[in-house]
């Protein structure tokens, strides 16, 4: 098995990625959102962690997290996370034609078993991830502009004054380094 590495840095700030298994397109259904926004709140209940950044297409999300000083641990408030939906929701829009190895784990086939993560390192950086979370339904073709995604912090950060609302339109933003997505 794998011995996957994540970075470590106590009360840091976090670029995520989660995707839907076999990438199905449900994560804008209105129950999902519904019970993700629900998970989170419960989950920061005893686990607190800002939201930094999100944004949630039809098949993935990405978001920026900063977790409270002393605190490194992200995985288990993302198994919150996921297992929390997956409780709420599974029965709707799990997968059917699961593997033994996931129905064994009693899986309901709506998350991909893994994430990506990649710790935030300076102002900058966190800029690019915050640029290429509110530009990537532009990028995939679900609107033309950034500020037609409703499922986005965009909004919030228009508010704030760090993007004006046609931000974007003139040329793509530059996008963080390593593009996965």
Known sequence: MPNYRRANTAGG?????????????ILTEA?????????????????PFNIDAWVLL???????????EGDADFSIRWARIKSHVS??????????DLSASRNKR??????Q????????????????????????????????RAI??????????VQRRVYSCDWGLADAPEMAAGEHV
């Open 87 to 96: 409780k709420e929701c599974g029965s709707a829009f799990g997968a059917r």
């Open 148 to 157: 037609e995604w409703p499922y986005s912090t965009f909004h919030r950060f």
């Open 13 to 25: 700030a976090y670029f995520f990625t989660v995707n839907t298994f076999r990438r199905l397109p």
């Open 113 to 144: 078993r893994r994430f990506w993560e990649h710790q935030i390192r300076d102002d900058a950086d966190f800029a690019r991830h915050a640029d290429y979370i509110h530009w990537n339904p532009v990028k995939h073709g679900l609107v033309t």
């Open 58 to 68: 039809p098949d993935h999300l990405h978001c920026i997290w900063t977790l409270p």
């Open 106 to 111: 009693r899986e309901v086939g709506l998350w």
């Open 31 to 47: 129950p999902l959102r519904a019970a993700l926004r629900e998970a989170i709140r419960l989950t920061r209940i005893t686990h």
